[in-house]
């Protein structure tokens, strides 16, 4: 796995300003409520069974003989909310607002902050999910007493929702989510309330699956994990644990730079040696040897170490009962300091839009269940960079035969010249999709290969449509002759209209009775045909070659930077484009509907259009026009007087063989003498044609001028 810049932990440490463990100013918080008391029924009601069950979020599904995982009603309802699917017994949550005392929207379609809580049956994740949830928040995990504990509470993976979990941040959603125990138990509480049968076999099935999948999904769609543990940090089991946790979680994850960040926290530990966050960061990495401590910190961004006392309900001793959740208290301030801290560090690049993150999860079960390679590039490109379907195509499929259709003889060099520009107005139209899309993964390698991923994908797709204007290049050697004597004729149809060859320009001397005691010329030209398959000595006829495609991208890596360090430059490129490429875009182009070729973006209908239009169910993209009226008005004034250096159009170069266009004129044919052929050319009509395509003269050798 390729290693990413990862924060320095020293001088972490040294940002005191930007981040201070110290809790004593925080001591004036309202201290949140004691424990539930031992008196409330332990066992789970009707309704504590549907709570959770609307906020399970991630389901395994083990009725089959393989276990696999599938989205639950909690994902669906998020879905459905913020997609605009939802019905009116499926509104968006809403929490007080405790300044002004009323109800306020708390979730929208913001960037998400996504903490998971991991750790073994017992090591009290649901109680800690609990406690980081404002009290405000009516959706809350369930938290059985300890000691009246007999296996695993949570079953599956719970999310739970709040946009005022840190009310100083806003425009943020934070999740929660809370994971089934590491190793798996019999049955939680959960499933004994919802499963009537259950065997051994299908909860050895449900262990070995939570302990594979779990640590896949936390490591791939959080930012920060917390994996908690009874066990003290100075036992090496622990570090092995972590280590072997991220082993788990890394297997088949490719091209991942977002590592999370990772709170171990040692769970119920004595009050007697709580210490700052900062101060049992340092003792851990000092306990441990460093080769150790070092193999970890490769898997996460930072890693930080910190302890939870227990939280105690007696009444025996009230005055240490308060000091003992004082403590508690100012632990937990500490944990949301620290979950502020990485958020300012994760906000600008390192979290999503709700709906796209959402839609990477999905694509991530699916990955996890079929046991398939996660790649993080092919992901965000999938999630972020959407193919926004035929808009793209569309639109460089119709400029491209305007400028094919300006000649009416489509030779192989003629289809290349107008490839090129095609392909350059493709790469300005992907340029603009990531522009628009892709400010959440700043400049880096995983940029990079998404913009690849993307290239590859668009081009190939591009081919496919382009083969039916690929010419044929089957050469006429029949009686006819063009009227412009000495150059070959070939057929050059359309692939998409091929049924038989057909000459690319009218022939002379074509017989109009021929038979084998008299033969009639015709006197006037015609299109001679011939019978034959579509025919194409095009090298570059199957799939783009490696360097198209480095082109391609370079192309649209240039159109990136040029929209990002100029304004005008989303009109402007395509409009240089047409200038060198003498693409003539007049005022018959202006699109009253469809998609503009210059901003990608589709119309906008007025009060005219839409009454025209108000009939017509299915608006096809275009309709021969291709720019919107806005774009017209601002092509018009940006551009006016502008001058930019045309390219010349393909002409025949004299010194190449008149057959390919491309290799050096070396051998003449005798006894006609013609010297405009190279030399596999030249071999290949002396054994098919035994005839000179010039001047139909019979070919006795082939001659190598000195």
């Not at 007080?96 to 109800?103: A, G, K, S, Y």
């Not at 073994?120 to 405000?136: E, N, Q």
């Not at 839609?359 to 390679?373: A, G, H, P, Q, Y």
Request: hydrophobic content about 35%.
């Amino acid at each position: 796995m390729k290693s990413c810049a990862l924060f320095s932990f020293q001088s972490l440490f040294m940002e005191s300003e930007e981040y201070n463990f110290d809790s004593n100013d925080c001591l004036n918080e309202s201290v949140r409520s004691l424990c539930r008391s031992k008196d409330k029924e332990s066992t789970l009601s009707a309704h504590d069974i549907e709570a959770a069950k609307k906020c399970e979020f991630i389901q395994l599904n083990d009725e089959a003989a393989v276990v696999k995982l599938e989205v639950s009603d909690g994902f669906v309802s998020q879905w459905e909310r913020l997609s605009g699917l939802s019905t009116s017994s499926n509104l968006p949550i809403t929490t007080t607002n405790e300044t002004r005392d009323e109800m306020v929207p708390a979730i929208s379609n913001d960037d998400v902050f996504v903490i998971s809580l991991l750790g073994d049956t017992g090591d009290g994740k649901s109680f800690l999910a609990d406690h980081l949830l404002p009290s405000i928040e009516k959706n809350r995990p369930i938290v059985i007493d300890e000691t009246e504990r007999d296996g695993s509470t949570t079953a599956n993976i719970t999310c739970f929702e709040s946009a005022s979990f840190l009310p100083e941040l806003s425009q943020t959603n934070f999740l929660l989510l809370d994971y089934e125990g590491e190793k798996g138990s019999y049955l939680p509480h959960l499933l004994k309330h919802m499963n009537d049968q259950w065997t051994h076999e299908r909860a050895d099935r449900r262990r070995k699956a939570v302990s594979e999948y779990f640590p896949k999904l936390a490591y791939t769609i959080s930012n920060v994990i917390i994996l908690l543990s009874r066990d003290d940090f100075s036992k090496y089991e622990y570090i092995s644990r972590c280590y072997d946790f991220a082993e788990r979680a890394t297997k088949k994850l490719q091209h991942n730079p977002y590592k999370p960040v990772i709170i171990m926290v040692h769970n119920y530990c004595s009050h007697s040696i709580l210490q700052p966050i900062k101060k049992v960061t340092q003792q851990f990495f000092k306990m441990h040897h460093r080769d150790e401590t070092e193999a970890l910190r490769k898997f996460f961004e930072t890693v930080y170490c910190m302890r939870l006392p227990s939280k105690t309900n007696e009444t025996s001793n009230i005055i240490q009962t308060t000091n003992t959740n004082q403590m508690f208290s100012n632990q937990m301030v500490d944990l949301k300091k620290l979950l502020v801290y990485i958020h300012e560090k994760h906000k600008k690049n390192r979290t999503l839009p709700h709906i796209s993150w959402l839609e990477m999860t999905r694509l991530v079960v699916d990955i996890v269940s079929k046991d398939r390679t996660i790649m993080m590039h092919m992901l965000l490109r999938q999630v972020l960079v959407k193919d926004p379907g035929d808009i793209e195509q569309y639109s460089v499929i119709f400029l491209f035969t305007i400028l094919y259709n300006k000649r009416d003889i489509h030779s192989t060099r003629w289809f290349h010249f107008c490839l090129n520009f095609a392909m350059s107005v493709l790469a300005r139209a992907i340029a603009i999709r990531f522009h628009r899309n892709m400010n959440y993964i700043p400049d880096s390698n995983l940029k990079n290969m998404a913009i690849r991923e993307e290239a590859r994908v668009c081009l190939e797709k591009f081919w496919t449509r382009l083969e039916k204007f690929r010419p044929c290049t089957a050469l006429y050697m029949g009686r006819g002759y063009p009227k412009e004597k000495d150059h070959p004729v070939f057929c050059f149809q359309h692939k998409g209209t091929h049924h038989e060859h057909r000459t690319s320009e009218e022939v002379y001397g074509v017989p109009l009775l021929d038979t084998y005691f008299l033969e009639v010329s015709r006197l006037w030209s015609i299109h001679d045909v011939w019978s034959g398959e579509f025919e194409s000595d095009d090298l570059i006829q199957e799939t783009p070659t490696l360097e198209m495609h480095e082109k391609f991208y370079t192309e649209i890596d240039s159109y990136m930077k040029a929209i990002k360090n100029s304004e005008h430059a989303l009109d402007t490129t395509l409009d240089c484009l047409f200038k060198q490429y003498e693409v003539n875009i007049n005022a018959q182009y202006v699109n009253y509907r469809g998609v503009c070729c210059f901003c990608l973006q589709k119309t906008k209908l007025n009060s005219q259009t839409q009454i025209r239009d108000a009939n017509v169910p299915n608006l096809t993209l275009y309709s021969h026009r291709v720019i919107c009226y806005e774009c017209q008005e601002k092509r018009s004034v940006l551009l006016r007087g502008d001058s930019v250096e045309k390219l010349s159009t393909p002409v025949s170069n004299k010194d190449k063989c008149v057959i390919c266009m491309t290799a050096p004129q070396t051998i003449m044919l005798d006894p006609c003498h013609h010297q405009r052929f190279c030399k596999p050319c030249a071999e290949k009509i002396h054994s098919e044609f035994k005839r000179c395509p010039l001047c139909r003269a019979d070919i006795t050798k082939l001659i190598i001028p000195k």
